[in-house]
């Protein structure tokens, strides 16, 4: 079973818009992160969230994080046509050693 | 450059050959990573290195053969491949591993493997 699921799959939004996208995860989790992928290309890191933080900026980016759920969102503020890619959230697993899980991320299209 | 360099970009291999995939970084990280990324399926952790010691398989089938000689360099060799191993491999690296890791990781581009 995955240990990282993002939703929705895809989003599509016009230029100027906010994007969220959430990741739901299963088992206690020391960190999340999320990454940014353009097409055919290597996962670039874009924030990494402690269990023991609620929410984290960087930029345009604006991630929340709650425990009590299982859950992540990532906010992109004033959406630009260079945003477009797909976004993955990553979580650790307390219980296995070494293992990182990426969920099967979300498609952002945004149209100029 | 991410500061994860991966090549061959592109590989096209028949099902008897061997070939391996090459991954380097100078970014002084002591941890390094192999992933699948095939299509519509997420990605797919293969292999964990850290301090050149292996920490993590997967459940690779032995067709896949890691090597890290050291904590800059690591291969992943390859022999009798399946067309169902076509896809997207990823070398990462980070600072360190292990439980309560809080480290994020640099990918390198990938190679796109075709087995034909």
Same mark, same amino acid.
């Given at each position: 079973?995955?240990?990282?699921? =993002?939703?929705?799959?895809?989003?599509?939004?016009?230029?100027? =818009?906010?994007?969220?996208?959430?990741?739901?995860?299963?088992?206690? /989790?020391?960190?999340?992160?999320?990454?940014?992928?353009?097409?055919?290309?290597?996962?670039?890191?874009?924030?990494?969230?402690?269990?023991? =933080?609620? =929410?984290?900026?960087?930029?345009?980016?604006?991630?929340?994080?709650?425990?009590?759920?299982?859950?992540?969102?990532?906010? /992109?503020?004033?959406?630009?046509?260079?945003?477009?890619?797909?976004?993955?959230?990553?979580?650790?697993?307390?219980?296995?050693?070494?293992?990182? /899980?990426?969920?099967?991320?979300?498609?952002?299209?945004?149209?100029? | 450059?991410?500061?994860?360099?991966?090549?061959?970009?592109?590989?096209?291999?028949?099902?008897?050959? +061997? +070939?391996?995939? +090459?991954?380097?970084?100078?970014?002084?990280?002591?941890?390094?990573?192999?992933?699948?990324?095939?299509? +519509?399926?997420?990605?797919?952790?293969?292999?964990?290195?850290?301090?050149?010691?292996?920490?993590?398989?997967?459940?690779?089938?032995?067709?896949?053969?890691?090597?890290?000689?050291?904590?800059?360099?690591?291969?992943?060799?390859?022999?009798? #491949?399946?067309?169902?191993?076509?896809?997207?491999? #990823?070398?990462?690296?980070?600072?360190?591993?292990?439980?309560?890791?809080?480290?994020?990781?640099?990918?390198?581009?990938?190679?796109?493997?075709?087995?034909?």
């Amino acid at each position: 079973s995955q240990q990282g699921e =993002e939703d929705p799959q895809a989003l599509s939004i016009q230029e100027g =818009e906010n994007a969220t996208m959430n990741c739901s995860y299963k088992t206690s /989790i020391n960190n999340l992160q999320w990454y940014r992928q353009n097409s055919g290309r290597g996962l670039v890191h874009l924030i990494l969230i402690r269990s023991n =933080e609620r =929410e984290k900026h960087s930029g345009r980016l604006r991630v929340t994080l709650d425990t009590s759920k299982k859950s992540s969102s990532l906010l /992109i503020t004033a959406s630009r046509a260079a945003d477009t890619a797909s976004y993955f959230c990553a979580t650790d697993d307390r219980t296995s050693y070494d293992k990182v /899980i990426f969920g099967p991320g979300t498609s952002l299209s945004v149209i100029p | 450059e991410t500061g994860v360099t991966q090549t061959p970009r592109h590989l096209v291999m028949g099902m008897t050959n +061997k +070939k391996s995939l +090459k991954c380097e970084q100078h970014l002084g990280h002591n941890a390094m990573y192999w992933y699948k990324q095939s299509a +519509k399926k997420p990605l797919e952790l293969m292999f964990v290195y850290n301090f050149k010691e292996q920490t993590e398989n997967n459940s690779v089938p032995s067709r896949f053969s890691p090597e890290c000689p050291n904590s800059s360099h690591l291969f992943l060799h390859l022999h009798t #491949l399946q067309p169902e191993d076509s896809a997207l491999y #990823l070398c990462a690296s980070s600072q360190g591993a292990g439980r309560g890791f809080n480290y994020g990781y640099t990918f390198g581009s990938g190679t796109r493997l075709t087995v034909v």
